[in-house]
């Protein structure tokens, strides 16, 4: 069993940036890949980023490569993403999840997921 806790989310002025974290719990926490997932207000949940469970491979949506970046610390257990040049459409409940990556990246399936945690990006 995985727990997973998101933190680091809030209001942001477009163009700003942040950093939202992710700490899980467990013994298997490096044998996973993680991930990050938005859902908007009225809109279904989405893939944004994920990092393989070796830290060899990401992936990026779109809408965030290139302003974007996910990485893990296996000794603390924590996942992260750093976002920048924010915009409007940012906005939305962030999740982190784990399980593989493919079917995350792909499905936008995960075996474990965070509560989520806010972030609203403001003109």
């Known amino acids: 069993q995985v727990q997973v806790v998101e933190s680091g989310g809030g209001l942001v002025q477009a163009g700003g940036s942040l950093r939202l974290s992710c700490a899980g719990s467990g013994r298997y926490f490096s044998s996973f890949a993680w991930a990050w997932f938005r859902q908007a207000p009225g809109k279904e949940r989405e893939f944004v980023a994920a990092i393989s469970w070796d830290d060899r491979i990401t992936n990026y949506a779109d809408s965030v490569k290139g302003r974007s970046h996910i990485s893990r610390d296996n000794a603390k257990n924590s996942v992260y993403l750093q976002m920048s040049s924010l915009k409007l459409e940012d906005t939305g409940v962030y999740y982190c999840?784990?399980?593989?990556?493919?079917?995350?990246?792909?499905?936008?399936?995960?075996?474990?997921w965070g509560q989520g945690t806010q972030v609203t990006v403001s003109s």
């Open positions: 999840a784990a399980g593989d990556f493919n079917r995350m990246r792909v499905d936008a399936r995960a075996e474990y």
